[in-house]
C-alpha cells in the first residue's frame, strides 16, 4: 500500500510538473508567435516601400537617359547614342530588376538577360561582349550579381555617360 501511494505521489508530481512547464511552454509559444507575426508585418512594408522607392528612382534615371540621348543627338555624338542604346533595357527596367535582386543573390544576370532580350534578342549578347571589354569597376559590379552591383552598375554607367556627354560637348564647343 506504502508503494501504491509513493507511485501515486511521484505521478502526480511528474504530471504537475509537466503542467506547469506546458503552460510556461505554451506561453512561449504564443509570443513567439505573436513576434513572427510583427516580424513577417515590418517585413512586408519594407518590401513595399523598397517597391516604392525602385519605382520613384526609376522614374528619375528614365528621365536622366532621355535627357542625355537628347544631347546626344544634339551633338551628333554616334559612339554615346549606340551605348545609350546598349544600356537602354537595363536602365527601362530598372524597377523589375531591383525588386528581383531583392528577393537574393544571382538573380541580376537572369532578370537582366530577361529585359534585354524582351527589347532585342541580341541585346543582351552585345552588352556582354562591350561589357568584356569595358572597364574593371563596371566588371566586378556586373559580376557581383546582386542588387548592391546592381544600383552601383547603374551609376556608374550614368556616370560614364555623362562624362562622355561633357567630352561631347566641348568638341562642339571648340568646332
Sequence with gaps: MFF??????????V?????????KLQRLLITQQRENSQTRKESKAMQDSM????????????????????????YDDKDLIKHLDLISPLINNYSIIFRD??????????????????????????FIAWMV???TSLKRFWSSDN???YLHLVNLLLTNADKALITAKGAAITK
Design 4 to 13: 501504491i501511494l509513493i507511485i501515486t505521489a511521484i505521478f502526480i508530481g
Design 15 to 23: 504530471s504537475i510538473f509537466f503542467s506547469i512547464r506546458s503552460e
Design 51 to 74: 517597391a516604392v522607392i525602385a519605382s520613384r528612382y526609376e522614374e528619375f534615371i528614365k528621365a536622366r537617359l532621355l535627357t542625355m540621348k537628347a544631347q546626344a543627338e544634339q
Design 101 to 126: 535582386c531583392l528577393k537574393g543573390k544571382g538573380r541580376l544576370k537572369k532578370i537582366s538577360q530577361k529585359c534585354f532580350d524582351s527589347h532585342d534578342p541580341y541585346a543582351f549578347k552585345q
Design 133 to 135: 571589354t569595358s572597364d
Design 147 to 149: 542588387l548592391n552591383g
